[in-house]
T-cell receptor, first 116, second 113 residues
Framework: DAGVIQSPRHEVTEMGQEVTLRCKPI?????LFWYRQTMMRGLELLIY????????DSGMPEDRFSAKMPNASFSTLKIQPSEPRDSAVYFC???FGAGAGANVLTFGAGSRLTVL | GNSVTQMEGPVTLSEEAFLTINCTYT??????LFWYVQYPGEGLQLLLK?????DKGSNKGFEATYRKETTSFHLEKGSVQVSDSAVYFC????????????FGTGTSLTVIP
């Protein structure tokens, strides 16, 4: 398996523009997580899905952020409109049967977003 | 609630020194415990895990033992190398928390030759 695939790896955009980040989880994984990492706030959970259904979106900063998972092999995180404070590295991660036992969270390489 | 507390960094060690990074947790139910490592410019990678009390996780010379009595999962390595320079995250996951993962703030390690 190629692991969790994220695109783009780097995105530079101007304030006010729409940004879409994409993620392909590991095949067979039924949980998908979106995290944001910044120097100031560290690693933050934004939202996670189970079987394509959003379970907890309490970490989404505000209405400018939205996430979808139309099928088991694809998810998007959209920011509209983007602001400079959204600059961060956004990670997608997936897991199978999360919880005690053999569960392992596998991360993608991240999408580095810079909003000017 | 569920949370992870790990020692503040950054940590700087000379090559071949002994490493300890402290991690304590609070959890409802019976968590699984993890150490993840993040090398510069990369995503987090699983380093080791333990799923029940007294289990010892180990990988690449790193070890951590699940101590339920002290709610701790300290990371240790007997002799660090320059290539171990990275950020280390302690984390937990528990089925009673909706299967979320809870991460510590990360500890940056720099190993100098």
């Amino acid at each position: 398996d190629a692991g969790v695939i994220q695109s783009p790896r780097h995105e530079v955009t101007e304030m006010g523009q729409e940004v879409t980040l994409r993620c392909k989880p590991i095949s067979g994984h039924d949980y998908l997580f979106w995290y944001r990492q910044t120097m100031m706030r560290g690693l933050e959970l934004l939202i996670y899905f189970n079987n394509n259904v959003p379970i907890d979106d309490s970490g989404m900063p505000e209405d400018r952020f939205s996430a979808k998972m139309p099928n088991a092999s694809f998810s998007t995180l959209k920011i509209q409109p983007s602001e400079p404070r959204d600059s961060a590295v956004y990670f997608c991660a997936s897991s199978f049967g999360a919880g005690a036992g053999a569960n392992v969270l596998t991360f993608g390489a991240g999408s580095r977003l810079t909003v000017l | 609630g569920n949370s992870v507390t790990q020692m503040e960094g950054p940590v700087t060690l000379s090559e071949e020194a002994f490493l300890t990074i402290n991690c304590t947790y609070t959890a409802t139910g019976y968590p699984s415990l993890f150490w993840y490592v993040q090398y510069p410019g990369e995503g987090l990678q699983l380093l080791l895990k333990a799923t029940k009390a007294d289990d010892k996780g180990s990988n690449k010379g790193f070890e951590a033992t699940y101590r339920k009595e002290t709610t701790s999962f300290h990371l240790e390595k007997g002799s660090v190398q320059v290539s171990d320079s990275a950020v280390y995250f302690c984390a937990l996951s528990t089925p009673t928390s909706g299967n979320q993962f809870y991460f510590g703030t990360g500890t940056s390690l720099t190993v100098i030759p």
